[in-house]
C-alpha cells in the first residue's frame, strides 16, 4: 500500500504517517480534516489557506481507496 521506508514522506504528511506506517488507521477523512483544521486554527492560518487544506486532503492517495481497515 506504501513504502515502508523510515524517511519522511512525499506523499503522506506527518500527522498521517510517521515514514513507516499510518499514525492513526481507523482515523477518518472527516476526522483527520477536523484535526488538521485544529492544528491550522492554533497557528493562526488565514481562512483560505485552511479551506484549500480541507479540499485538498480529499484528493490525498490514503483517502482514495474506498475502504477503510475496520476496527477488530
Avoid at 504517517?17 to 477536523?34: A, P, W
Amino acid at each position: 500500500m506504501f513504502d515502508k521506508n523510515p524517511v519522511k514522506s512525499g506523499t503522506y504528511c506527518s500527522y498521517c504517517h510517521n515514514g513507516t506506517d499510518f499514525v492513526n488507521i481507523f482515523i477518518s477523512r472527516k476526522e483527520m480534516t477536523e484535526k488538521i483544521d485544529n492544528i491550522l486554527k492554533k497557528r493562526n492560518t488565514p481562512y483560505y489557506i485552511r479551506l484549500y487544506i480541507k479540499i485538498r486532503i480529499a484528493t490525498l492517495k490514503r483517502w482514495i481507496f474506498k475502504t477503510s481497515p475496520k476496527k477488530s
